[in-house]
C-alpha cells in the first residue's frame, strides 16, 4: 500500500470517528457536514469525494451493524428453540440494537424526516434495516409452519407485517419518548407484546412456557 493510499484511508477513518462522535453527541440532524469537516480538519469536497453527503457517512458508520444482526439473526433461524413462541422472541432478541448503537441521537439518523432533498442514503438505510427485519422474520415463520409449530392457517404475509411493525413501534418509542427510557426496559416491553400477539398463532396443543411472563 503506498504512502497516499494511506494518507486518504486515515483521512477516511478519521472522518468517521468524528462524524459518529458527533452524531452521539448532537444527533444527525444538529451536526453539520461543515462541523464535521473542521473537527477531522478536512475539507468539504473530501468528504464528498469520500461518502458523497452527510447520509453516506452514517450509512457507512452503519455497515457493520447491518451485517452483524444477520448473523445474529440467522444463528436463531437455524437452530430456533422448540417452542414456537419463544423461538420469535429469541429472533427479536438477535435483531435488537447492540449496546453501541443504544444511543437515541444516534438511531435518530435513520429516521426519513431527516433526509435532506437528493440524498438517498437514509432512504436506502431504512429500506435496507425493514427488509432485513421482514425477511428474518419470514424465514423463521416458513420453519414454524414445517414444524407444525404455528397454525396452519395463519396467513404468513399478516403475521409477518404485524411482527416487523412491533419491532420497529418500539425503536421509534425509544428514540422519541418524552422521558429516556432504559433500552433493557425496552426490551421486556416488546418480548412481553411478542408474546401476547403470537400465543394464538401457536398450533394447538402447543403449552406456553413458564418463564414467559
Do not use: C
Not at 452514517?58 to 437452530?79: C, F, T, Y
Not at 409452519?145 to 403475521?159: K, M, T
Not at 411493525?165 to 427510557?181: F, S, T, W
Not at 421486556?188 to 411472563?213: D, T
Amino acid at each position: 500500500m503506498g504512502l497516499r493510499t494511506k494518507m486518504k484511508n486515515r483521512r477516511r477513518t478519521r472522518i468517521l470517528e468524528v462524524a459518529e462522535l458527533m452524531f452521539r453527541e448532537r444527533g444527525y440532524s444538529g451536526t453539520s457536514l461543515m462541523e464535521i469537516a473542521d473537527s477531522a480538519e478536512v475539507s468539504i469536497g473530501t468528504i464528498y469525494t469520500y461518502f458523497g453527503s452527510k447520509g453516506g457517512i452514517i450509512h457507512e458508520l452503519s455497515r457493520p451493524l447491518v451485517g452483524e444482526l444477520e448473523q445474529r439473526a440467522d444463528k436463531v433461524i437455524q437452530n430456533p428453540p422448540d417452542n414456537a413462541m419463544e423461538a420469535m422472541v429469541a429472533l427479536f432478541k438477535a435483531l435488537r440494537l447492540p449496546k453501541e448503537w443504544q444511543v437515541p441521537n444516534l438511531v435518530r439518523a435513520f429516521d426519513r424526516a431527516q433526509t435532506t432533498e437528493g440524498d438517498g442514503y437514509i432512504e436506502a438505510l431504512v429500506a435496507e434495516a425493514k427488509s432485513l427485519t421482514t425477511r428474518k422474520i419470514r424465514s423463521l415463520l416458513d420453519i414454524l409452519r414445517y414444524r407444525r409449530s404455528i397454525r396452519e392457517d395463519l396467513n404468513l404475509e399478516d403475521a409477518t407485517f404485524i411482527l416487523e411493525n412491533l419491532m420497529a413501534a418500539h425503536l421509534e418509542y425509544y428514540v422519541y419518548a418524552k422521558e429516556p427510557i432504559p433500552f433493557a426496559q425496552l426490551e421486556l416491553l416488546m418480548h412481553r407484546r411478542v408474546r401476547l400477539v403470537f400465543e394464538p398463532w401457536q398450533a394447538p396443543g402447543i403449552s406456553q412456557p413458564a418463564n414467559s411472563a
